[in-house]
């Protein structure tokens, strides 16, 4: 799937802004051929969550309405109309000009609906009808209760569900005969690359040709070969990243250009050996976070001012890496993780696989009720790594997907859920990037049935937290233990952190390093570091979390997870300072 561009042949057109917004009465039939009645204003992109100030409005669970009017030039009359919508939670049901024309399930993943040229107008309106109902068939997971005659969401995951239209919609031209999606392969040879672009072409046309350009943009070649050859290539590398751009045309008869698209790539090389991670033959060692899509006033919404101050501040703190948890990011962020060199484990909306999870992971109990007697969302499932490998698949920054986070691993039934989704994400990805699932503490190397299908043993592990809270020494024997049990278990597997941490209160401090405080944040590290800096099969540390974020409250979660190295407002803690000096040279 590309991303709009504006080139020589398409024009978008960006409708961020203030829309029409409305929560329908219970009961109540909107109509399609006239406006909204008594609609509130709502900025797009953005949650709606923190943009109203009543409680009830914040937590509507249930059917949810947009409204924008636009014109479109008479000038495109004989253009192809696409609307392209970044990120719908959790699904949406699309209406222009008062007529359906299509639906989409999945809250984190762009989908498009082409627009017949015989209802377009030049004075248009488009309506959404949003559903951000969550059960066990949605990803992410959960319970959907009804209580006083209202629908209420119960998580099987640690984060708010944010909810309405949380990147741009846009609408884009192409022409009649167009490029619908180029995948950029290539194969590396010493210091040449062989590129082998795959187009797809929706149409008649009488040849491509491919235009390179380097990182200066500097034309490299020009060629109607659909292979070809970068001499001494520059390889993409982690924090110091080198991107090629592809520019693909399609001629007519006469040679005219009928459609252009550009493409940026990276060229570099993965491969796992030896219980290490390689990245351009080089070990590579994982220093980074978790993350939210998560900002006061906007939610998870987008706003590149926020990603761009999150990359300065990953940077400040010389990280390398993160995780998408626990959904795939806008497709702006993973642009930006591109070009700033950041390594990413590039992850599914699969979380909650859980029955009856518990925020407090020592408190997770089976309950005699087997989670995957229960989930039925394999087809979403199947559905969400499709659109995300097909969106993320020429990205550099990707070197593994992750397609689930801290599922009941140890119960009778994962490995038949998750065995064909992990040979789908390989059979996908033509560069056969390593597939990881994060594993919960519940699935310990006794009880697991996961592990055996993943390429890297992913741990979220809270020892001194959750598990022997506030005794750092028993911790750092349990978790020896453990990790000794997996190298054992699966000795040619190497082993990360995908999550570790501590809620820290910023500026509660003790002289005694009592939990919560900024000295037990520091401690935890430390302690768990003395353990992991002594294991050669240990590839990286994902700190959780990079920021404190928002989630439904419970007695653990007083105005959210406060696992953050940075506040909610990006102000760094006394960790942040140690890990900055800690990963200057790690």
């Given at each position: 799937m590309l991303y709009p561009l504006n080139t020589e042949t398409r024009i978008v057109i960006?409708?961020?802004?203030?829309?029409?917004?409305?929560?329908?009465?219970?009961?109540?039939?909107?109509?399609?051929?006239?406006?909204?009645?008594?609609?509130?204003?709502?900025?797009?992109?953005?949650?709606?969550?923190?943009?109203?100030?009543n409680a009830e409005l914040?937590?509507?669970?249930?059917?949810?309405?947009?409204?924008?009017?636009?014109?479109?030039?008479?000038?495109?009359?004989?253009?192809?109309?696409v609307i392209r919508f970044g990120s719908v939670t959790h699904q949406g049901k699309v209406y222009f000009n008062g007529e359906y024309v299509g639906e989409h399930v999945g809250g984190f993943t762009p989908f498009e609906i082409e627009i017949a040229s015989e209802k377009l107008n030049i004075q248009n309106n488009l309506k959404l009808c949003l559903s951000n109902i969550l059960d066990n068939k949605t990803l992410p997971n959960a319970v959907l209760?009804?209580?006083?005659?209202?629908?209420?969401?119960?998580?099987?995951?640690?984060?708010?569900?944010?909810?309405?239209?949380?990147?741009?919609?846009?609408?884009?031209?192409?022409?009649?005969?167009?490029?619908?999606?180029?995948?950029?392969?290539?194969?590396?040879?010493?210091?040449?690359?062989?590129?082998?672009?795959?187009?797809?072409?929706?149409?008649?046309?009488d040849r491509v040709s491919y235009e390179l350009y380097d990182d200066q943009k500097q034309l490299l070649l020009n060629t109607d070969q659909n292979e070809f050859l970068?001499?001494?290539?520059?390889?993409?590398?982690?924090?110091?990243?080198?991107?090629?751009?592809?520019?693909?045309?399609?001629?007519?008869?006469?040679?005219?250009?009928?459609?252009?698209?550009?493409?940026?790539?990276?060229?570099?090389?993965?491969?796992?050996?030896?219980?290490?991670?390689?990245?351009?033959?080089?070990?590579?060692?994982?220093?980074?976070?978790?993350?939210?899509?998560?900002?006061?006033?906007?939610?998870?919404?987008l706003n590149e001012a926020v990603n761009n101050g999150d990359f300065n501040l990953m940077k400040w703190t010389n990280a390398n890496s993160l995780r998408t948890a626990h959904y795939p990011y806008s497709e702006e962020f993973m642009y930006m993780a591109d070009r700033e060199g950041f390594v990413v484990i590039d992850e599914v909306p699969g979380v909650g696989l859980f029955?009856?999870?518990?925020?407090?992971?020592?408190?997770?109990?089976?309950?005699?009720?087997?989670?995957?007697?229960?989930?039925?969302?394999?087809?979403?499932?199947?559905?969400?790594?499709?659109e995300l490998i097909s969106r993320d698949k020429n990205h550099p920054c990707v070197v593994s997907w992750a397609v689930g986070n801290?599922?009941?691993?140890?119960?009778?039934?994962?490995?038949?859920?998750?065995?064909?989704?992990?040979?789908?994400?390989?059979?996908?990805?033509?560069?056969?990037?390593?597939?990881?699932?994060?594993?919960?503490?519940?699935?310990?190397?006794?009880?697991?049935?996961?592990?055996?299908?993943?390429?890297?043993?992913?741990?979220?592990?809270?020892?001194?937290?959750?598990?022997?809270?506030?005794?750092?020494?028993?911790?750092?024997?349990?978790?020896?233990?453990?990790?000794?049990?997996?190298?054992?278990?699966?000795?040619?597997?190497?082993?990360?952190?995908?999550?570790?941490?501590?809620?820290?209160i910023s500026g509660f401090n003790s002289v005694y390093g009592t939990p919560f405080t900024e000295e037990y944040q520091v401690d935890y590290f430390n302690a768990n570091f003395e353990v992991l800096d002594k294991l050669s099969y240990f590839i990286g540390e994902h700190v959780w979390n990079f920021a404190d974020f928002e989630t439904h409250p419970t007695v653990r979660r007083v105005d959210g997870n406060k696992k953050g190295i940075f506040t909610r407002d990006r102000k760094p803690k006394s960790i942040a300072h140690y890990l900055k000096k800690r990963w200057e040279n790690k």
């Amino acid at each position: 799937m590309l991303y709009p561009l504006n080139t020589e042949t398409r024009i978008v057109i960006d409708l961020s802004g203030i829309w029409k917004f409305k929560i329908p009465d219970e009961g109540e039939k909107v109509a399609l051929d006239v406006p909204l009645t008594n609609p509130i204003q709502m900025a797009v992109p953005g949650s709606f969550n923190d943009q109203v100030a009543n409680a009830e409005l914040r937590e509507h669970v249930g059917e949810i309405w947009y409204e924008k009017d636009f014109t479109i030039s008479k000038m495109l009359n004989d253009q192809r109309l696409v609307i392209r919508f970044g990120s719908v939670t959790h699904q949406g049901k699309v209406y222009f000009n008062g007529e359906y024309v299509g639906e989409h399930v999945g809250g984190f993943t762009p989908f498009e609906i082409e627009i017949a040229s015989e209802k377009l107008n030049i004075q248009n309106n488009l309506k959404l009808c949003l559903s951000n109902i969550l059960d066990n068939k949605t990803l992410p997971n959960a319970v959907l209760q009804k209580k006083n005659n209202k629908k209420k969401v119960i998580p099987n995951f640690d984060f708010y569900n944010y909810s309405g239209i949380h990147r741009p919609i846009k609408i884009y031209s192409t022409p009649k005969t167009y490029i619908n999606d180029i995948t950029v392969t290539y194969d590396v040879d010493g210091n040449n690359a062989s590129v082998k672009p795959k187009i797809d072409v929706k149409g008649d046309y009488d040849r491509v040709s491919y235009e390179l350009y380097d990182d200066q943009k500097q034309l490299l070649l020009n060629t109607d070969q659909n292979e070809f050859l970068i001499e001494n290539v520059k390889r993409w590398q982690p924090r110091n990243a080198y991107l090629y751009q592809l520019k693909v045309n399609l001629h007519g008869v006469t040679g005219e250009i009928i459609d252009t698209y550009t493409e940026e790539f990276g060229v570099r090389t993965l491969k796992i050996e030896n219980n290490k991670f390689y990245i351009n033959d080089k070990p590579f060692y994982f220093k980074g976070f978790g993350k939210h899509e998560d900002f006061p006033v906007i939610g998870r919404g987008l706003n590149e001012a926020v990603n761009n101050g999150d990359f300065n501040l990953m940077k400040w703190t010389n990280a390398n890496s993160l995780r998408t948890a626990h959904y795939p990011y806008s497709e702006e962020f993973m642009y930006m993780a591109d070009r700033e060199g950041f390594v990413v484990i590039d992850e599914v909306p699969g979380v909650g696989l859980f029955n009856k999870f518990n925020v407090d992971v020592s408190k997770n109990k089976d309950n005699n009720v087997n989670t995957w007697d229960i989930v039925d969302s394999s087809s979403n499932h199947k559905q969400v790594i499709e659109e995300l490998i097909s969106r993320d698949k020429n990205h550099p920054c990707v070197v593994s997907w992750a397609v689930g986070n801290e599922p009941a691993g140890h119960q009778e039934g994962a490995r038949k859920y998750f065995e064909p989704l992990v040979s789908l994400a390989k059979e996908l990805d033509w560069e056969k990037r390593a597939v990881v699932i994060p594993n919960i503490i519940n699935a310990d190397p006794d009880k697991d049935e996961l592990t055996g299908l993943v390429d890297i043993i992913c741990l979220n592990r809270y020892y001194g937290w959750y598990i022997n809270h506030g005794e750092l020494e028993e911790a750092k024997v349990n978790l020896k233990r453990e990790m000794e049990k997996w190298h054992e278990k699966y000795p040619d597997k190497p082993i990360m952190f995908s999550e570790f941490g501590a809620d820290t209160i910023s500026g509660f401090n003790s002289v005694y390093g009592t939990p919560f405080t900024e000295e037990y944040q520091v401690d935890y590290f430390n302690a768990n570091f003395e353990v992991l800096d002594k294991l050669s099969y240990f590839i990286g540390e994902h700190v959780w979390n990079f920021a404190d974020f928002e989630t439904h409250p419970t007695v653990r979660r007083v105005d959210g997870n406060k696992k953050g190295i940075f506040t909610r407002d990006r102000k760094p803690k006394s960790i942040a300072h140690y890990l900055k000096k800690r990963w200057e040279n790690k």
